[in-house]
Protein backbone atom coordinates (compact mmCIF):
# COMPACT_ATOMS: atom_id res chain seq x y z
CA UNK A 1 0.00 0.00 0.00
CA UNK A 2 1.47 3.54 -0.70
CA UNK A 3 1.38 6.31 1.74
CA UNK A 4 -1.09 8.14 -0.35
CA UNK A 5 -3.56 5.08 0.14
CA UNK A 6 -2.60 5.35 4.02
CA UNK A 7 -3.48 8.74 4.67
CA UNK A 8 -6.98 8.53 3.27
CA UNK A 9 -7.88 5.04 5.28
CA UNK A 10 -6.14 5.59 8.40
CA UNK A 11 -7.89 8.64 9.36
CA UNK A 12 -11.63 6.80 7.91
CA UNK A 13 -10.71 3.68 9.95
CA UNK A 14 -9.74 6.15 13.09
CA UNK A 15 -13.08 7.82 12.23
CA UNK A 16 -15.26 4.28 11.90
CA UNK A 17 -13.72 2.77 15.50
CA UNK A 18 -14.36 6.25 17.26
CA UNK A 19 -18.04 5.95 15.86
CA UNK A 20 -18.54 2.54 17.34
CA UNK A 21 -16.67 3.47 20.76
CA UNK A 22 -19.64 6.52 21.58
CA UNK A 23 -22.48 4.46 20.02
CA UNK A 24 -22.39 0.44 20.71
CA UNK A 25 -24.55 -0.94 22.96
CA UNK A 26 -23.03 -1.78 26.44
CA UNK A 27 -22.44 -5.14 27.50
CA UNK A 28 -23.09 -4.35 30.89
CA UNK A 29 -25.87 -2.98 32.21
CA UNK A 30 -28.31 -5.08 34.81
CA UNK A 31 -24.87 -6.79 35.46
CA UNK A 32 -26.00 -7.91 39.27
CA UNK A 33 -23.66 -10.54 40.24
CA UNK A 34 -24.90 -12.59 43.60
CA UNK A 35 -23.07 -12.17 46.19
CA UNK A 36 -21.60 -14.20 48.75
CA UNK A 37 -24.15 -12.11 51.13
CA UNK A 38 -27.22 -10.74 49.88
CA UNK A 39 -26.65 -7.16 51.32
CA UNK A 40 -29.61 -4.97 51.19
CA UNK A 41 -28.57 -1.24 50.38
CA UNK A 42 -32.63 -0.54 50.83
CA UNK A 43 -32.61 -1.94 54.39
CA UNK A 44 -29.15 0.35 55.17
CA UNK A 45 -28.80 3.58 52.84
CA UNK A 46 -32.98 3.58 52.21
CA UNK A 47 -34.84 2.77 55.11
CA UNK A 48 -32.10 3.24 57.91
CA UNK A 49 -30.83 6.52 55.44
CA UNK A 50 -27.02 5.52 56.36
CA UNK A 51 -24.93 8.23 54.62
CA UNK A 52 -23.22 5.94 51.82
CA UNK A 53 -19.95 7.55 52.92
CA UNK A 54 -20.06 5.64 56.28
CA UNK A 55 -19.14 2.40 54.40
CA UNK A 56 -17.68 3.97 51.37
CA UNK A 57 -15.12 5.38 53.11
CA UNK A 58 -12.53 6.87 50.79
CA UNK A 59 -15.28 7.98 47.83
CA UNK A 60 -14.21 11.71 48.13
CA UNK A 61 -10.87 11.28 48.70
CA UNK A 62 -8.98 8.83 46.34
CA UNK A 63 -9.69 7.13 42.73
CA UNK A 64 -11.36 3.99 44.58
CA UNK A 65 -14.63 3.77 46.23
CA UNK A 66 -13.65 1.29 49.28
CA UNK A 67 -15.89 -1.22 50.24
CA UNK A 68 -16.10 -1.85 53.95
CA UNK A 69 -14.34 -4.34 56.00
CA UNK A 70 -16.56 -6.48 58.12
CA UNK A 71 -15.67 -4.46 61.59
CA UNK A 72 -17.96 -1.75 59.75
CA UNK A 73 -20.90 -3.87 59.25
CA UNK A 74 -20.06 -5.22 63.28
CA UNK A 75 -20.77 -1.77 64.30
CA UNK A 76 -24.08 -2.41 64.13
CA UNK A 77 -24.64 -6.18 64.07
CA UNK A 78 -22.79 -7.06 67.20
CA UNK A 79 -26.09 -6.39 68.14
CA UNK A 80 -28.35 -5.55 65.93
CA UNK A 81 -30.61 -8.51 63.96
CA UNK A 82 -27.94 -10.88 65.57
CA UNK A 83 -30.60 -13.88 64.52
CA UNK A 84 -30.89 -13.14 61.21
CA UNK A 85 -29.14 -16.50 59.61
CA UNK A 86 -27.29 -13.76 57.17
CA UNK A 87 -25.95 -11.81 60.24
CA UNK A 88 -25.00 -15.46 61.84
CA UNK A 89 -22.85 -16.22 59.04
CA UNK A 90 -21.57 -13.07 58.82
CA UNK A 91 -20.61 -12.82 62.49
CA UNK A 92 -19.09 -16.12 61.98
CA UNK A 93 -16.73 -14.86 59.12
CA UNK A 94 -15.15 -11.91 61.41
CA UNK A 95 -14.67 -14.20 64.17
CA UNK A 96 -13.29 -16.64 62.14
CA UNK A 97 -15.12 -19.46 63.78
CA UNK A 98 -13.79 -23.07 63.02
CA UNK A 99 -17.53 -24.35 62.35
CA UNK A 100 -17.91 -22.85 59.51
CA UNK A 101 -15.33 -24.78 57.62
CA UNK A 102 -14.97 -21.78 55.69
CA UNK A 103 -12.67 -19.89 57.43
CA UNK A 104 -9.70 -19.78 59.61
CA UNK A 105 -9.62 -20.75 63.43
CA UNK A 106 -9.44 -17.44 65.37
CA UNK A 107 -8.68 -15.22 62.29
CA UNK A 108 -11.76 -13.24 60.42
CA UNK A 109 -11.90 -13.81 57.12
CA UNK A 110 -13.09 -10.59 54.99
CA UNK A 111 -16.09 -10.90 52.77
CA UNK A 112 -14.79 -11.76 48.76
CA UNK A 113 -17.65 -8.84 47.31
CA UNK A 114 -17.93 -9.58 43.94
CA UNK A 115 -17.20 -6.42 41.85
CA UNK A 116 -20.53 -4.61 40.36
CA UNK A 117 -19.24 -1.82 38.28
CA UNK A 118 -15.29 -2.67 36.69
CA UNK A 119 -13.65 -0.62 34.04
CA UNK A 120 -11.06 -2.20 31.87
CA UNK A 121 -7.32 -1.31 33.08
CA UNK A 122 -6.45 1.07 30.23
CA UNK A 123 -9.71 3.29 31.60
CA UNK A 124 -8.42 5.88 34.33
CA UNK A 125 -11.53 6.73 36.44
CA UNK A 126 -11.45 8.96 39.70
CA UNK A 127 -14.37 9.51 41.90
CA UNK A 128 -13.40 11.95 44.33
CA UNK A 129 -12.76 14.02 41.46
CA UNK A 130 -16.68 13.99 40.41
CA UNK A 131 -17.39 14.07 44.24
CA UNK A 132 -15.57 16.84 44.99
CA UNK A 133 -17.25 18.58 41.28
CA UNK A 134 -20.92 17.90 43.13
CA UNK A 135 -21.45 14.92 40.71
CA UNK A 136 -23.83 12.41 42.74
CA UNK A 137 -23.52 8.42 43.36
CA UNK A 138 -27.09 8.44 41.39
CA UNK A 139 -25.58 9.76 37.94
CA UNK A 140 -23.66 6.87 37.48
CA UNK A 141 -24.86 3.88 39.52
CA UNK A 142 -29.02 5.19 39.69
CA UNK A 143 -30.70 5.20 42.87
CA UNK A 144 -28.44 2.66 45.02
CA UNK A 145 -30.68 3.44 48.11
CA UNK A 146 -33.82 1.57 46.30
CA UNK A 147 -31.87 -1.65 45.46
CA UNK A 148 -32.23 -4.57 47.92
CA UNK A 149 -29.16 -5.77 45.26
CA UNK A 150 -27.16 -3.34 43.29
CA UNK A 151 -26.83 -3.70 39.64
CA UNK A 152 -25.18 -1.93 36.80
CA UNK A 153 -27.99 0.73 35.32
CA UNK A 154 -25.50 3.33 32.98
CA UNK A 155 -23.23 1.73 30.58
CA UNK A 156 -20.35 3.45 31.65
CA UNK A 157 -19.12 3.03 28.36
CA UNK A 158 -16.83 5.37 26.37
CA UNK A 159 -19.95 7.59 25.09
CA UNK A 160 -21.34 7.91 28.36
CA UNK A 161 -18.43 9.49 29.77
CA UNK A 162 -17.55 11.74 26.74
CA UNK A 163 -21.07 13.23 26.87
CA UNK A 164 -21.12 14.05 30.47
CA UNK A 165 -17.83 15.66 30.27
CA UNK A 166 -18.36 17.53 26.76
CA UNK A 167 -21.83 19.08 28.84
CA UNK A 168 -20.12 19.92 32.03
CA UNK A 169 -17.14 21.43 30.16
CA UNK A 170 -14.51 18.65 31.76
CA UNK A 171 -11.23 17.63 29.70
CA UNK A 172 -12.36 15.34 26.91
CA UNK A 173 -8.40 14.59 25.30
CA UNK A 174 -7.98 11.21 25.01
CA UNK A 175 -5.12 11.35 27.83
CA UNK A 176 -7.98 12.09 30.18
CA UNK A 177 -9.15 8.59 30.63
CA UNK A 178 -6.09 6.79 29.00
CA UNK A 179 -3.00 7.57 30.73
C1 LIG B 1 -25.49 1.64 61.32
C2 LIG B 1 -25.88 0.27 61.62
C3 LIG B 1 -25.65 -0.82 60.59
C4 LIG B 1 -24.49 -1.14 59.92
C5 LIG B 1 -23.14 -0.43 60.00
C6 LIG B 1 -24.78 -2.30 59.11
N1 LIG B 1 -26.07 -2.69 59.29
FE1 LIG B 1 -26.94 -4.34 58.48
N2 LIG B 1 -28.73 -3.82 59.34
C7 LIG B 1 -28.93 -2.71 60.13
C8 LIG B 1 -30.33 -2.60 60.47
C9 LIG B 1 -30.99 -1.53 61.33
C10 LIG B 1 -30.96 -3.72 59.84
C11 LIG B 1 -32.44 -4.08 59.87
C12 LIG B 1 -32.68 -4.96 61.03
C13 LIG B 1 -34.11 -5.43 61.09
O1 LIG B 1 -34.91 -5.09 60.23
O2 LIG B 1 -34.40 -6.16 62.04
C14 LIG B 1 -29.90 -4.47 59.16
C15 LIG B 1 -30.11 -5.66 58.50
C16 LIG B 1 -29.09 -6.43 57.94
C17 LIG B 1 -29.26 -7.76 57.42
C18 LIG B 1 -30.55 -8.56 57.42
C19 LIG B 1 -31.29 -8.23 56.18
C20 LIG B 1 -32.63 -8.84 56.10
O3 LIG B 1 -33.03 -9.16 54.97
O4 LIG B 1 -33.32 -8.96 57.12
C21 LIG B 1 -28.04 -8.15 56.90
C22 LIG B 1 -27.70 -9.47 56.23
C23 LIG B 1 -27.14 -7.06 57.11
N3 LIG B 1 -27.80 -6.03 57.74
C24 LIG B 1 -25.83 -7.05 56.69
C25 LIG B 1 -24.94 -5.99 56.89
C26 LIG B 1 -23.60 -5.94 56.34
C27 LIG B 1 -22.97 -6.99 55.47
C28 LIG B 1 -23.06 -4.77 56.77
C29 LIG B 1 -21.69 -4.22 56.45
C30 LIG B 1 -21.36 -4.06 55.05
C31 LIG B 1 -24.07 -4.09 57.58
N4 LIG B 1 -25.19 -4.85 57.62
C32 LIG B 1 -23.86 -2.91 58.27
C33 LIG B 1 -27.97 -1.84 60.59
C34 LIG B 1 -26.65 -1.81 60.17
C1 LIG C 1 -23.79 -0.37 55.52
C2 LIG C 1 -22.78 -0.18 54.52
C3 LIG C 1 -23.14 0.44 53.19
C4 LIG C 1 -23.80 1.63 52.93
C5 LIG C 1 -24.41 2.59 53.94
C6 LIG C 1 -23.80 1.81 51.49
N1 LIG C 1 -23.15 0.76 50.91
FE1 LIG C 1 -22.78 0.52 48.93
N2 LIG C 1 -21.98 -1.32 49.28
C7 LIG C 1 -21.80 -1.90 50.52
C8 LIG C 1 -21.30 -3.25 50.36
C9 LIG C 1 -21.00 -4.23 51.46
C10 LIG C 1 -21.15 -3.46 48.97
C11 LIG C 1 -20.67 -4.73 48.26
C12 LIG C 1 -21.80 -5.70 48.06
C13 LIG C 1 -22.74 -5.33 46.95
O1 LIG C 1 -22.28 -5.00 45.85
O2 LIG C 1 -23.97 -5.37 47.18
C14 LIG C 1 -21.59 -2.23 48.32
C15 LIG C 1 -21.60 -2.02 46.95
C16 LIG C 1 -21.92 -0.80 46.34
C17 LIG C 1 -21.79 -0.53 44.92
C18 LIG C 1 -21.31 -1.51 43.88
C19 LIG C 1 -19.80 -1.60 43.96
C20 LIG C 1 -19.21 -2.38 42.83
O3 LIG C 1 -18.69 -3.48 43.09
O4 LIG C 1 -19.26 -1.91 41.70
C21 LIG C 1 -22.19 0.75 44.72
C22 LIG C 1 -22.21 1.49 43.40
C23 LIG C 1 -22.59 1.28 45.99
N3 LIG C 1 -22.42 0.31 46.95
C24 LIG C 1 -23.10 2.55 46.17
C25 LIG C 1 -23.63 3.01 47.37
C26 LIG C 1 -24.34 4.25 47.50
C27 LIG C 1 -24.59 5.24 46.37
C28 LIG C 1 -24.71 4.35 48.81
C29 LIG C 1 -25.54 5.46 49.45
C30 LIG C 1 -26.84 5.72 48.84
C31 LIG C 1 -24.23 3.16 49.49
N4 LIG C 1 -23.59 2.37 48.58
C32 LIG C 1 -24.38 2.89 50.85
C33 LIG C 1 -22.06 -1.30 51.73
C34 LIG C 1 -22.74 -0.10 51.89
C1 LIG D 1 -19.00 9.86 37.22
C2 LIG D 1 -19.49 8.54 37.50
C3 LIG D 1 -19.50 8.03 38.93
C4 LIG D 1 -19.94 8.67 40.07
C5 LIG D 1 -20.51 10.08 40.20
C6 LIG D 1 -19.78 7.73 41.16
N1 LIG D 1 -19.25 6.56 40.69
FE1 LIG D 1 -18.82 4.89 41.75
N2 LIG D 1 -18.02 4.00 40.10
C7 LIG D 1 -17.97 4.56 38.85
C8 LIG D 1 -17.18 3.72 37.97
C9 LIG D 1 -16.86 3.99 36.51
C10 LIG D 1 -16.75 2.60 38.75
C11 LIG D 1 -15.85 1.45 38.33
C12 LIG D 1 -14.42 1.89 38.62
C13 LIG D 1 -13.36 0.90 38.26
O1 LIG D 1 -13.64 -0.25 37.95
O2 LIG D 1 -12.18 1.30 38.31
C14 LIG D 1 -17.31 2.81 40.09
C15 LIG D 1 -17.13 1.95 41.16
C16 LIG D 1 -17.69 2.14 42.42
C17 LIG D 1 -17.54 1.21 43.54
C18 LIG D 1 -16.73 -0.08 43.53
C19 LIG D 1 -15.33 0.20 44.09
C20 LIG D 1 -14.47 0.96 43.13
O3 LIG D 1 -14.09 2.12 43.42
O4 LIG D 1 -14.16 0.43 42.04
C21 LIG D 1 -18.22 1.75 44.60
C22 LIG D 1 -18.36 1.16 46.00
C23 LIG D 1 -18.79 3.01 44.16
N3 LIG D 1 -18.44 3.22 42.83
C24 LIG D 1 -19.53 3.85 44.97
C25 LIG D 1 -19.86 5.17 44.64
C26 LIG D 1 -20.45 6.13 45.57
C27 LIG D 1 -20.81 5.84 47.01
C28 LIG D 1 -20.60 7.31 44.87
C29 LIG D 1 -21.11 8.66 45.39
C30 LIG D 1 -20.49 9.19 46.62
C31 LIG D 1 -20.12 7.07 43.51
N4 LIG D 1 -19.66 5.77 43.41
C32 LIG D 1 -20.13 8.00 42.48
C33 LIG D 1 -18.56 5.74 38.47
C34 LIG D 1 -19.07 6.70 39.33
C1 LIG E 1 -22.22 13.23 35.23
C2 LIG E 1 -21.13 13.75 34.43
C3 LIG E 1 -19.86 12.93 34.29
C4 LIG E 1 -19.76 11.60 33.95
C5 LIG E 1 -20.88 10.63 33.62
C6 LIG E 1 -18.35 11.30 33.93
N1 LIG E 1 -17.63 12.40 34.27
FE1 LIG E 1 -15.57 12.45 34.51
N2 LIG E 1 -15.72 14.38 35.13
C7 LIG E 1 -16.89 15.14 35.20
C8 LIG E 1 -16.59 16.44 35.79
C9 LIG E 1 -17.59 17.56 36.03
C10 LIG E 1 -15.20 16.42 36.07
C11 LIG E 1 -14.41 17.48 36.82
C12 LIG E 1 -13.50 18.29 35.99
C13 LIG E 1 -12.78 19.25 36.91
O1 LIG E 1 -12.42 18.89 38.04
O2 LIG E 1 -12.61 20.37 36.49
C14 LIG E 1 -14.68 15.13 35.65
C15 LIG E 1 -13.34 14.73 35.76
C16 LIG E 1 -12.82 13.51 35.35
C17 LIG E 1 -11.44 13.14 35.44
C18 LIG E 1 -10.32 13.98 36.00
C19 LIG E 1 -9.74 14.84 34.93
C20 LIG E 1 -8.40 15.39 35.35
O3 LIG E 1 -7.85 16.16 34.57
O4 LIG E 1 -7.89 15.03 36.41
C21 LIG E 1 -11.35 11.86 34.91
C22 LIG E 1 -10.09 11.02 34.76
C23 LIG E 1 -12.68 11.46 34.52
N3 LIG E 1 -13.54 12.49 34.80
C24 LIG E 1 -13.00 10.23 33.95
C25 LIG E 1 -14.28 9.80 33.69
C26 LIG E 1 -14.63 8.48 33.19
C27 LIG E 1 -13.64 7.40 32.83
C28 LIG E 1 -15.98 8.44 33.12
C29 LIG E 1 -16.87 7.31 32.67
C30 LIG E 1 -16.73 6.05 33.39
C31 LIG E 1 -16.49 9.73 33.55
N4 LIG E 1 -15.43 10.53 33.88
C32 LIG E 1 -17.84 10.05 33.62
C33 LIG E 1 -18.16 14.72 34.83
C34 LIG E 1 -18.51 13.43 34.49
C1 LIG F 1 -14.00 10.76 29.61
C2 LIG F 1 -13.26 9.53 29.47
C3 LIG F 1 -12.72 9.09 28.12
C4 LIG F 1 -12.10 9.86 27.15
C5 LIG F 1 -11.87 11.35 27.16
C6 LIG F 1 -11.70 8.94 26.11
N1 LIG F 1 -12.06 7.65 26.44
FE1 LIG F 1 -11.65 5.95 25.35
N2 LIG F 1 -12.67 4.82 26.71
C7 LIG F 1 -13.26 5.31 27.86
C8 LIG F 1 -13.92 4.21 28.54
C9 LIG F 1 -14.71 4.31 29.83
C10 LIG F 1 -13.68 3.05 27.76
C11 LIG F 1 -14.11 1.61 28.09
C12 LIG F 1 -15.44 1.25 27.47
C13 LIG F 1 -15.84 -0.13 27.88
O1 LIG F 1 -15.27 -1.11 27.38
O2 LIG F 1 -16.71 -0.24 28.71
C14 LIG F 1 -12.87 3.47 26.63
C15 LIG F 1 -12.42 2.60 25.65
C16 LIG F 1 -11.56 2.96 24.62
C17 LIG F 1 -10.94 2.03 23.69
C18 LIG F 1 -11.09 0.52 23.71
C19 LIG F 1 -12.37 0.08 23.12
C20 LIG F 1 -12.77 -1.34 23.44
O3 LIG F 1 -13.89 -1.67 23.10
O4 LIG F 1 -12.01 -2.09 24.07
C21 LIG F 1 -10.18 2.78 22.81
C22 LIG F 1 -9.36 2.26 21.66
C23 LIG F 1 -10.36 4.19 23.20
N3 LIG F 1 -11.19 4.24 24.31
C24 LIG F 1 -9.77 5.25 22.55
C25 LIG F 1 -9.96 6.59 22.90
C26 LIG F 1 -9.45 7.72 22.11
C27 LIG F 1 -8.65 7.59 20.82
C28 LIG F 1 -9.81 8.87 22.79
C29 LIG F 1 -9.58 10.32 22.38
C30 LIG F 1 -10.20 10.71 21.13
C31 LIG F 1 -10.54 8.45 23.98
N4 LIG F 1 -10.62 7.07 24.01
C32 LIG F 1 -11.04 9.32 24.94
C33 LIG F 1 -13.23 6.62 28.32
C34 LIG F 1 -12.69 7.70 27.65
Redesign the pocket.
Known sequence: MNIQALKVTVPIIGVVVLAYLIFSPSRYVGYAPTQPLPFNHKIHAGDNKMD??Y??T???TS?????PPTATCMNCHTNVATTQKDVKWLTKQYDGEKTTGNSIEGKGRPVRWI?????PDF?Y?N?SR??SRG???????GN?AEMVKVKQV?S?NMGY?VN?HRENNAPNDCSTCHR
Open positions: CRCHSVEAHASVKVHDQVFHHIVDCSKCHVELCC
